[in-house]
């Protein structure tokens, strides 16, 4: 019927006919951030690393974690509730397998870092979400100045950036490590590489890869330690630089990882345009980002990232695969293709063409 809203538009279509209309996920989605901030402060309390010694009754739970013993048989039940630790029969508690993996800060599948990052600037930055929908201006006071210079200049607030980096990268750069021809090529420089995950989980699976990362020169002193670290001194290097002044290094393959999504169209174009004139021809480039779905209706978590750059940058947006796709094929890519990584990042892939 002409002027009626296609289908995948229509309340029914998305599943709320007005006769089975109920509240209850309007008030699940009203109520998640009290989940998530019990789970944010289970992680700055450490209590899925004290608890991966072995399952703890409440009293000496107290005690390790360092709570008042008025909340804490909630704060725990609550966590069994949520299913993040489990409760036996002798009344101790346990973590549950995915918080022993992934919570536990001494195992290198650790991903905590990037739960103190949300927990210590987004969980603040989101209270200003209807102030930067309304006036269209950054609320974060370091990165909305447009730079990463505030960042840095304060040593802790860098610290946890860049840890939260690391974690927030991690899976995204193993799936790559597995999921890109990295046979057909020698070097790869990661633009924007921040501590250096990126390149250490893939040149550590492909023994024949040397390069490193670019980033700014502040970022110079936490690489190193955690190339040392990775025992990878000898394969990657860091390459200081600032990427609105200083050409881009030379390699066979560019990564840019989270980078586009922080600045303007103009920026991202300026961006791609400079990975393409320091590539040779045959050369690769891999973007990735939280991707938003080319219909622009599926990926909530992507468009409420992009929401997060609101918050957090100048003019930073992510963007689709489409869109990406296009500008890589206006500044000269071609062969270009889209790749899941994690649950949240896609990359788009192009390769540098001979001149047409
Ligand atoms: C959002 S972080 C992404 C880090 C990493 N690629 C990842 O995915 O975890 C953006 C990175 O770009 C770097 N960066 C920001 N401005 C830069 C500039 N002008 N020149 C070089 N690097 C810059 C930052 O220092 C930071 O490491």
């Given at each position: 019927?002409?002027?009626?809203?296609?289908?995948?538009?229509?309340?029914?279509?998305?599943?709320?006919?007005?006769?089975?209309?109920?509240?209850?996920?309007?008030?699940?989605?009203?109520?998640a951030f009290w989940r998530s901030k019990a789970l944010l402060s289970a992680v700055e309390l450490d209590v899925f690393t004290i608890i991966a010694e072995g399952p703890q009754r409440l009293d000496s739970l107290v005690g390790r974690v360092g709570i008042?013993?008025?909340?804490?048989?909630?704060?725990?039940?609550?966590?069994?509730?949520?299913?993040?630790?489990?409760?036996?029969?002798?009344?101790?508690?346990?973590?549950?397998?995915d918080c022993d993996r992934y919570l536990d800060r001494r195992k290198p599948s650790y991903l905590g870092e990037l739960l103190t990052h949300l927990n210590v600037r987004h969980y603040q930055n989101w209270g200003s979400l209807t102030r930067a929908l309304?006036?269209?201006?950054?609320?974060?006071?370091?990165?909305?100045?447009?730079?990463?210079?505030?960042?840095?200049?304060?040593?802790?607030?860098?610290?946890?950036?860049?840890?939260?980096?690391?974690?927030?990268?991690?899976?995204?750069?193993?799936?790559?490590?597995?999921?890109?021809?990295?046979?057909?090529?020698?070097?790869?420089?990661?633009?924007?590489?921040?501590?250096?995950?990126?390149?250490?989980?893939?040149?550590?699976?492909?023994?024949?890869?040397?390069?490193?990362?670019?980033?700014?020169?502040?970022?110079?002193?936490?690489?190193?330690?955690?190339?040392?670290?990775?025992?990878?001194?000898?394969?990657?290097?860091?390459?200081?630089?600032?990427?609105?002044?200083?050409?881009?290094?030379?390699?066979?393959?560019?990564?840019?990882?989270?980078?586009?999504?922080?600045?303007?169209?103009?920026?991202?174009?300026?961006?791609?345009?400079?990975?393409?004139?320091?590539?040779?021809?045959?050369?690769?480039?891999?973007?990735?980002?939280?991707?938003?779905?080319?219909?622009?209706?599926?990926?909530?978590?992507?468009?409420?990232?992009?929401?997060?750059?609101?918050?957090?940058?100048?003019?930073?947006?992510?963007?689709?695969?489409?869109?990406?796709?296009?500008?890589?094929?206006?500044?000269?890519?071609?062969?270009?293709?889209?790749?899941?990584?994690?649950?949240?990042?896609?990359?788009?892939?192009?390769?540098?063409?001979?001149?047409?």
């Amino acid at each position: 019927m002409e002027g009626a809203p296609a289908l995948e538009n229509t309340a029914e279509a998305n599943g709320l006919g007005a006769e089975d209309a109920s509240p209850s996920r309007i008030l699940d989605i009203g109520y998640a951030f009290w989940r998530s901030k019990a789970l944010l402060s289970a992680v700055e309390l450490d209590v899925f690393t004290i608890i991966a010694e072995g399952p703890q009754r409440l009293d000496s739970l107290v005690g390790r974690v360092g709570i008042h013993e008025r909340g804490a048989r909630d704060f725990f039940d609550a966590l069994v509730a949520l299913g993040l630790l489990y409760r036996d029969e002798k009344d101790r508690y346990g973590n549950s397998a995915d918080c022993d993996r992934y919570l536990d800060r001494r195992k290198p599948s650790y991903l905590g870092e990037l739960l103190t990052h949300l927990n210590v600037r987004h969980y603040q930055n989101w209270g200003s979400l209807t102030r930067a929908l309304r006036t269209g201006a950054p609320q974060s006071k370091e990165l909305g100045l447009g730079s990463y210079r505030a960042l840095y200049d304060d040593r802790p607030t860098q610290e946890i950036f860049l840890n939260g980096m690391t974690a927030g990268s991690l899976l995204a750069a193993q799936a790559l490590a597995k999921e890109f021809p990295w046979r057909d090529y020698r070097t790869i420089i990661d633009i924007g590489t921040a501590q250096g995950c990126l390149p250490v989980e893939i040149v550590y699976v492909h023994p024949h890869l040397t390069g490193g990362g670019f980033d700014l020169p502040a970022i110079e002193p936490t690489f190193m330690s955690y190339i040392r670290k990775h025992g990878l001194s000898d394969r990657l290097q860091f390459y200081p630089g600032n990427f609105f002044s200083d050409p881009l290094p030379e390699a066979d393959v560019h990564v840019m990882g989270r980078i586009l999504h922080n600045w303007d169209l103009p920026t991202k174009t300026m961006l791609l345009a400079n990975a393409h004139q320091a590539l040779p021809v045959g050369g690769a480039l891999i973007v990735y980002d939280p991707l938003i779905d080319d219909g622009r209706r599926v990926q909530a978590h992507a468009l409420l990232s992009s929401l997060n750059m609101l918050i957090e940058t100048a003019g930073g947006f992510e963007y689709t695969a489409a869109q990406c796709r296009e500008w890589m094929r206006h500044v000269g890519f071609r062969d270009i293709r889209t790749q899941p990584l994690d649950d949240v990042h896609t990359a788009v892939i192009g390769i540098k063409a001979a001149r047409e």
